[in-house]
């Protein structure tokens, strides 16, 4: 989740600032298969790895990724799960999948910027941007239940790896190009085993109490889902 595991939120002086180049080396050398990573879209256009609309809580700056050019984000320091500013600068979107390129799948979250002016130009240049790091078959784009923006993927490669939220069979149904779905913690195994059925694995993210019971132990989430 941001780029980042367990492990590096909590490793002391190691910790790694959420969507940095050091969480995605440390999910790396845990072993991770697949992380998330979130992306912004800077006043010159460029993308960067970046949860909040603003920098505000993650740097040492201020203001919005939107009104700010790379050079001046690239100025401001992470700042690690505490508060407490770091080495690391946020990275942008090539750096990042350049970090793990054939070492790792990604999940890139377009959730926050789908809602905040997202075009299908925006699409047609981050498709481009994952070809010419030869990582279509590495990258999956969540683009929760937005079919327009999943048609648009499609026209600039059809080989895209759709990640759609999914919470029925009629979603389901509506999602045929997916080649990958997420279903809520709570799903109903009936639509996990349809999917199934259709060829098309289910993906769901437990975070925060769910993924501390699994790394005390506790599995009885994750029984439901798979069982």
Do not use: C
Request: aromatic fraction near 8%; charged fraction near 25%; avoid cysteine.
């Amino acid at each position: 989740h941001r780029a980042n595991t367990h492990k590096g939120l909590t490793d002391g002086a190691n910790m790694a600032p959420e969507n940095s180049l050091k969480a995605i080396e440390t999910a790396i050398e845990q072993k991770a298969q697949m992380i998330e990573i979130d992306i912004r879209i800077t006043f010159d256009k460029e993308f960067v790895i970046m949860h909040d609309k603003s920098v505000n809580r993650t740097t040492t700056g201020t203001g919005n990724v939107s009104a700010l050019s790379l050079h001046q984000i690239k100025s401001f320091s992470l700042k690690d799960n505490t508060g407490k500013a770091t080495e690391y600068k946020v990275p942008t979107l090539k750096e990042a999948l350049e970090a793990g390129r054939w070492k790792i799948y990604y999940n890139i979250d377009l959730g926050g910027m789908l809602s905040d002016g997202w075009t299908t130009e925006d699409t047609k240049r981050l498709v481009k941007m994952v070809e010419d790091t030869y990582m279509m078959d590495r990258v999956v784009f969540y683009i929760a239940r937005n079919q327009a923006v999943g048609n648009d993927f499609i026209s600039a490669n059809k080989n895209s790896l759709l990640f759609p939220w999914i919470s029925s069979t009629g979603d389901l149904s509506n999602w045929s190009v997916a080649k990958l779905v997420q279903l809520a913690p709570d799903t109903e195994s009936s639509l996990i085993n349809t999917a199934l059925a259709k060829g098309v694995p289910s993906f769901s993210n437990h975070l925060e109490q769910d993924d501390l019971d699994m790394l005390n132990g506790d599995y009885s989430k994750l029984d439901n889902l798979v069982n």
